[in-house]
C-alpha cells in the first residue's frame, strides 16, 4: 500500500513563533491516518519546513509496511532532495562551496533520515499549497504557532553565538 504524508511549515515573523503540519493520508481512499502539530517559540520559515520534513520521514521510517509518498510546498527542501544538493553538502563536509550550511543540524538529521526511506522506497515530490491536503498540513502549522510548547535548539543556541 501506499500512503502520502504532506507536510508544511509556518512562522510568524521570520524569526519567530513556528509551527509544523504533517497529515498522513492514503489515497484514493482519502482516509487521514494521522495528523502531527507542533509550536515553537523562535525559529525560522525554513527551519519549520525541515522540521516538518523530518518529521513527515520518522513517520515512514517507522513504518515498514507501507511505501510513502512524501510531498512538500518547500522547494527549498524537495530541490535538496532530488537535485542533490544534500549529498553534494555532505560530500563537502556540510558546506555549500564557499560557506558554511545554513540549518546544518537539520539537513544532518534529513539526510540520515532520507537514506533509511528511501531504502523504503520513499519518494519526495513538490505539491502546490493550493491543494487540499497541503491546506490541511498548513493550518496545522499555523495552529502549531500559536501554541509555541517547543524550543527550536538549533536555532536558538546559533542565535545567541553558541553559548
Known amino acids: 500500500m501506499v500512503r ?12 519567530g513563533p513556528g509551527g509544523i503540519g504533517v497529515v498522513v493520508a ?16 523562535l525559529t525560522t520559515n525554513n527551519r519549520m519546513e525541515l522540521a516538518a520534513f523530518i518529521k513527515a520521514l520518522h513517520v515512514v521510517v517507522d513504518d515498514k509496511e507501507n511505501r510513502y ?10 530541490d535538496a532532495i532530488n537535485k542533490g544538493y544534500l ?4 560530500r563537502l563536509g556540510w558546506r555549500c562551496a564557499d560557506r558554511a550550511l545554513k ?12 537514506v533509511i526511506a528511501s531504502k523504503q522506497k520513499a519518494t519526495i515530490t513538490y505539491l502546490s ?11 496545522l502549522a499555523k495552529g502549531g504557532i500559536y501554541n509555541p510548547a517547543n524550543i ?8 545567541e553565538g553558541g553559548k
Not at 540549518?103 to 532520507?114: E, G, Q
Open 4 to 15: 502520502h504524508a504532506f507536510c508544511d511549515g509556518a512562522c510568524s515573523g521570520n524569526p
Open 26 to 41: 492514503e489515497l484514493p481512499t482519502k482516509e487521514v491516518i494521522e495528523e502531527i502539530t507542533e509550536g515553537y517559540r
Open 69 to 78: 509518498k512524501v510531498h512538500s510546498d518547500s522547494l527549498y527542501v524537495v
Open 87 to 90: 549529498d553534494r553538502w555532505r
Open 103 to 114: 540549518n546544518k543540524d537539520l539537513w544532518v538529521l534529513v539526510h540520515h533520515l532520507w
Open 129 to 139: 499549497g493550493e491543494d487540499k491536503w497541503m491546506r490541511q498540513a498548513d493550518e
Open 152 to 159: 527550536d535548539s538549533g536555532y536558538e543556541c546559533i542565535r
